[in-house]
């Protein structure tokens, strides 16, 4: 009996699969436990094992489809064997009423389109095409030809008026069909759909400050031989960061909040979502409950939670949950930026490049290091005044480093 190869559940969040490469086409052998597919989940992608060995008798989900979790995407038997019937399930059933009813609607437009007839305006076949070309609205159009049909010549007219340059158009036409076109789907998808809602439904704005982080370049400095070999881990400045935003957090609980169906949620627990950059993407690993974290703890967990996602390690678990995120672009050489909400975190903080500058401090000037941070808050939650204090509250930690240590 040929077996069902299924659409695994990566997650309880997940809600759709997409298988994004198969390795093997209907007719080619398996072997149980080889790799047959690749499969995009959300933000995850994992590899899909063979569930018996035999034949690829039959491939029912394409390359870049979607389909939800326990779907059947494939089967394995003996060749020649034959597959069960497709059954159709409450989806696909609610689907295809939606098709009918689409279907439907079309007629009844198409028939309503018939009864007004008499209303079309009347234009000649040559005069139409070239109208839609330049992208004229004939029906605005006063015809000169036999009972005030619109001919060439008015079209031509028509052009001439609102000047539109030939020229310039089909060379647009030939640059858009040299483009080279790549269907949205998998994590791109997600993040596509994910940073669009977050623009969309929320109240977005972002201020910016420049931190004095001279002490703690020379705090990490001095601690990293210490840290390395007691704790077997490096401190980044990233990790300070982290830290004094948590610090910051449990002074201002109003910025580690969200806001859900007219209500704003201010979260008792911290959950922090570090922004982790992959070749196909961007993934936000949630380090859980860290207000209960020391500075050495926070920066291991911080670690390790990337290392796992750039192995491709991360369960859907671990990505879901966080209540404030942090953006680091420092190692591209940016320094300031306007990071895009996580929905429906109230909060994400924007971290740059550290850079020498010459700064007054009183009559002598001096070099200092600098950090640029930026801030965007939602402004349905909270109001510029208090999204100022959690950030000077980061910037005043940072300057005296040492604080964090106790």
């Known amino acids: 009996m040929a077996v069902e190869v299924i659409m695994p559940k990566l997650g309880m969040a997940m809600k759709e699969g997409t298988v994004s490469i198969w390795n093997k086409q209907v007719g080619d052998v398996v072997e149980k436990g080889e790799l047959i597919a690749s499969i995009n989940s959300e933000k995850i992608e994992m590899e899909l094992e063979a569930p018996a060995a035999g034949s690829m008798l039959e491939i029912t989900v394409q390359e870049g489809q979607g389909v939800p979790p326990g779907t059947v995407i494939g089967y394995i038997g003996q060749p020649n064997e034959k597959v069960p019937e497709a059954k159709v399930s409450a989806e696909e059933e609610k689907a295809e009423k939606e098709i009918a009813a689409t279907v439907a609607e079309s007629e009844k437009a198409a028939s309503l389109s018939k009864v007004n007839t008499k209303n079309r305006v009347k234009i000649s076949p040559v005069a139409r095409k070239m109208a839609e070309k330049a992208g004229i609205d004939y029906k605005l159009l006063e015809g000169s030809g036999p009972g005030g049909r619109i001919i060439k010549e008015d079209i031509e007219k028509a052009i001439s008026?609102?000047?539109?340059?030939?020229?310039?158009?089909?060379?647009?036409?030939?640059?858009?069909?040299?483009?080279?076109?790549?269907?949205?789907?998998?994590?791109?998808?997600?993040?596509?759909?994910?940073?669009?809602d977050s623009l969309k439904d929320s109240a977005q704005l972002t201020m910016t400050t420049k931190v004095d982080v001279t002490d703690a370049v020379k705090l990490r400095t001095q601690l990293a031989e210490t840290v390395q070999s007691h704790?077997?881990?490096?401190?980044?400045?990233?990790?300070?960061?982290?830290?004094?935003?948590?610090?910051?957090?449990?002074?201002?609980?109003?910025?580690?909040?969200?806001?859900?169906?007219?209500?704003?949620?201010?979260?008792?627990?911290?959950?922090?979502?570090?922004?982790?950059?992959?070749?196909?993407?961007?993934v936000v690993p949630v380090v859980q409950e860290a207000q209960n974290d020391s500075l050495i703890q926070l920066a291991k967990k911080i670690k390790q939670a990337a290392q796992r996602a750039r192995q491709g390690g991360l369960s859907?678990?671990?990505?879901?949950?966080?209540?404030?995120?942090?953006?680091?672009?420092?190692?591209?050489?940016?320094?300031?930026?306007?990071?895009i909400l996580n929905p429906p975190e109230a909060g994400i903080l924007g971290v740059g490049a550290v850079e020498d500058a010459a700064v007054f401090r009183g009559e002598k000037v001096e070099r200092r290091s600098l950090l640029p941070l930026s801030l965007t808050f939602d402004h349905r939650v909270l109001d510029g005044a208090p999204a100022a204090a959690f950030l000077q509250t980061i910037k005043q930690l940072l300057e005296d480093p040492f604080i964090m240590l106790l």
């Open 161 to 196: 008026y609102v000047g539109v340059p030939q020229a310039i158009e089909q060379k647009e036409s030939k640059v858009a069909n040299e483009a080279h076109k790549t269907p949205v789907m998998g994590m791109r998808k997600v993040i596509a759909k994910r940073m669009h």
């Open 231 to 282: 704790f077997d881990t490096k401190l980044s400045m990233n990790d300070l960061v982290a830290r004094a935003v948590v610090l910051a957090l449990q002074k201002h609980p109003q910025m580690n909040s969200a806001y859900i169906d007219d209500h704003i949620h201010v979260f008792e627990s911290i959950h922090l979502g570090i922004a982790v950059a992959l070749e196909k993407g961007l």
């Open 316 to 339: 859907q678990d671990e990505m879901i949950g966080s209540t404030f995120t942090i953006s680091n672009l420092g190692t591209y050489g940016v320094e300031y930026f306007t990071p």
